[in-house]
């Protein structure tokens, strides 16, 4: 990493890719293209049944070997054995972020300041996993006596975009032979989502999952108060639920706590205190940030979709990630090579926004998920040192499924005016296992027909005008100017092992970038700010705070409220 008195813009490396951008930032992509016909192999990289293709990117052989340079004078090897290790990476909480313990294998070990965690880890695990058991088998039983059959986790941020994205993504791998279990995921703070399962859901055989690192997390604690009311308010009253047993006798509120509820946090005390009984809780740890955190027990949802065994093989694919980010040179290691690629849009190019658009439908919350992972990670204006930065870091990420996307903003990117780098996700296979043939023959062509829109719109991004026929002279608004850089990531297929391997893949990007720009990917006291400051307006709202000392905006709009309260 940088050191206290060398910023990255300093850097020899730096300005050499300063000066280079110059003479290179004018060059249209069907120019390098039209000069190197091995391109493709120069700049796609194949591991862990990934394929990462950069060859679309603005850059040459020389690009990249200056960004290799400076990938070498920041630090970056050092830097990913110090996070792999266990170093206390993440300097403003003074410890490791070591999400990449959670997946470790068994016969692992890792000391961590005279302290091996893995057995720890698989403790975790392992208590998980007899939890998914007696749900799977229809042994959970509510306060009556009933199977549980909706479960609903109640969490925000890192502790519901990753379990959400991962139980979407891999909700074909869902085992068959399981007592049914339906899982659900309620995280605004207005309760919206919540009202509408607490309106359709069976009280009797609901249990609801608190996911929350702290145990503090405004968001989540009043979604779960209200939860535990809803249940308490029906369940004591179970003898006059409609079909109750002539004989059924009042549930007390204990037992209502211990039968519908799980906990999991790093926060054992705060759980027991709000009322989860300590065979429900789940640990993980401080020195996981709840946005890496699905690979532990905050992966309990996951687990529960697609059973123990496809999560440890999700485990595995980010296993096989860490160990190629580890072992790899720079030059094919596809985590640097990402990371190197995102730095010379952002810092020489000056291309600040960024698309995440897959290309299968599996992966429709791909995009919420990195935009938490890179935004929350690396959305920083302060160095390690705490310098103020006088260089961009992370760019404005966004996205949505490619194929919808389509017919909404890729006006902009064919034809606006604002530089834009795209992420093209796409499977090559999939639909082998349908089994009626015609059906499957069918899926397979829509399959086809979406690789087909996949590969055209990073074409067309590319040459603009030249990936069209010559059929004469075009009015300008129907032509394209090209020169769109984009990034396609393959994957063989879409499996536990593969989306491990890509989540891990975007996960050290974001690290690589945070070492060149000398910044922690690990706090957010961004989000911090804002949670303090919505605390003491609350306060104001309800009556129990100067109004006065607000803002004349912020006044208007809570007198707004009351009033509107009082209509």
Known sequence: MASATATPDTLPAWQT?????????????????????SRWQ????????????LSKQRWDDDT?????????????????????????????????ALHTALRLPADASLDVEGEDIVGAVHDSLAQMERLVQRLHAGQWRGA??????????????GSDLGPLMVTHALADYRPSDIHPV????????????????????????????????????????????????????RLTQHADLPDASPHAK???????????????????????????TPDHQLMFWEWVGGRYSLWGTIGLPIALVIGMENFRELLAGAHAMDRHFREAPLEDNLPVLLGLAGIWNVNFLDIRAHSILPYDGRLEYFAAYLEQLEMESNGKSVTRQGQAVNYSTC?????????????????????????????????????????????????????????????????????????????????????????????????????????????????????????IWDINP??????????????????????????????????????????????
């Open 17 to 37: 890719l300063q000066q280079h951008a110059q003479a290179l930032k004018h060059v249209h992509l069907k120019n390098l293209f039209g000069e190197d016909p």
């Open 42 to 53: 120069h700049f796609t990289r194949q591991v862990a049944g990934l394929t990462l293709d």
């Open 64 to 96: 990249l070997e200056h960004l290799l340079a400076l990938a070498q004078e920041a630090g970056v090897p050092g830097a990913i054995e110090a996070l792999l290790s266990g170093k206390r990476v993440n300097v403003s909480e003074n410890r490791p």
């Open 144 to 157: 009556t006596g009933k199977p549980i059959r909706h479960v609903v986790n109640l969490g925000v941020g």
């Open 182 to 233: 339906e899982v659900h995921f309620a995280s605004t703070m207005d309760g919206s989502q919540l009202a509408d399962y607490l309106s359709r859901f069976n009280p009797e055989t609901t249990l609801f999952v608190l996911s929350s690192k702290s145990f503090t997390t405004i968001d989540t604690l009043s979604n779960a108060n209200t939860a535990r009311d809803w249940l308490i308010g």
């Open 250 to 276: 009042p549930i007390s509120e204990a037992l209502i706590l211990r039968q519908h509820f799980i906990g999991v946090s790093a926060s054992p005390d705060k759980m027991s205190e709000w009322g989860i």
């Open 395 to 515: 760019p404005v990420l966004w996205g949505q499924l490619g194929p919808n996307a389509q017919h909404a903003f890729y006006q902009l990117l064919h034809q606006g005016t604002q530089p834009v780098v795209c992420d093209f996700i796409a499977p090559l296979k999939r639909y082998d296992e349908v089994e009626d043939p015609d059906t499957r023959r069918h899926l397979k062509a829509q399959h086809r027909l979406a690789l087909a829109n996949c590969f055209a719109q990073s074409r067309v991004l590319m040459l603009g005008n030249d990936a069209l026929e010559e059929d004469g002279p075009r009015p300008e608004h129907k032509r394209y100017r090209g020169n769109q850089p984009s990034t396609t990531v393959l994957l063989d297929k879409l499996t536990p092992a593969t989306l491990g391997a890509l989540i891990a893949l975007y996960e050290h990007k974001v690290f690589v970038q945070a070492v």
């Open 522 to 567: 690990f706090d957010q006291w961004g989000v911090e700010l804002g949670k303090q400051i919505a605390t003491d307006t609350q306060a104001i709202i309800d009556g129990e705070g100067d109004l006065g000392r607000m803002d004349a905006s912020s006044r208007g709009l809570i007198e707004a409220f009351w009033a509107a309260e009082q209509a």
